[in-house]
């Protein structure tokens, strides 16, 4: 959570998600595709309706429980893939699709029907894998991590990039994040523990290693170095017109 707050997640001065994203009550977000509701959580807070869906039931559950007592003037949980969702047209003033686009069948029609609910002016947070870090987790992860329900492909920086115009929505900013998970990642393949429990030395030792680096005076400067160039994830935020 540290290392997303200096990306500039969850920041609560401002009332952004991230960096050019911000939240206010006067929104409606969508969250396709929220797991437990993480992000959700933050909109939630910020007192929007917050309408948040995913394919998992169990997830949706989960999220509503988190997202229950937390502010929102409403909440909305739908369970479904989200390639066609129960809502009318130009419903949401802010959408949200984070870690989503590279599980889905289909991204141009995941995308146009984010379009299809967003009113005029509003904004998109997208995010998908980094390539660069993408290609590591090839060489290391178990096959089925590259399979269906998992990651289906490997979007470049400029086909994330056309993606998105290509939806119909114009850019507003551009952003990377995540040297320290992409790095995790490796070591968490290397130590061999399970998701549910990782509990090893070499993630602890990683942990503490990227903790003192942050403390220096220099740390910021060399984890946007990082970040830039090996994030775990590129971000772009959206406006349709």
Sequence with gaps: MRDLSESGWFNMQTGELFPHFPISA??????????????????????????????????????????????????????????????????????????????????????????????????YLLTVPDPVAEGLQVQLAPPVYFEK?????????????????????????????G????????????AGVQLSSPDHPLLKQWDETWRALLATHEGPRVKAALDAFMPMSQCIVARKP
């Excluded at 040297?179 to 290397?190: E, G, L, P």
Aim: aromatic share 10%.
């Design 26 to 123: 006067d929104d409606v977000v969508l969250d396709a595709g929220c797991g437990d509701g993480g992000k959700a959580a933050f909109c939630a807070r910020q007192g929007a309706h917050v309408i948040f869906a995913d394919i998992a039931a169990n997830e949706v559950a989960a999220a509503f429980d988190r997202l229950s007592g937390e502010g929102a003037r409403q909440l909305t949980p739908i369970v479904g893939d989200c390639a066609r969702l129960p809502l009318p047209d130009g419903i949401a003033s802010r959408v949200i699709a984070s870690e989503v686009i590279e599980h889905v069948d289909d991204p141009g029609r995941f995308l146009d029907e984010l379009v299809r609910v967003g009113r005029p002016g509003a904004l």
């Design 149 to 177: 329900p998992n990651h289906l492909r490997i979007l470049g920086r400029d086909e994330f990039a056309q993606l998105v115009t290509g939806a119909g929505l114009t850019i507003v900013h551009r952003g990377s994040f």
């Design 179 to 190: 040297f320290y998970s992409a790095m995790w990642w490796v070591f968490f393949w290397t």
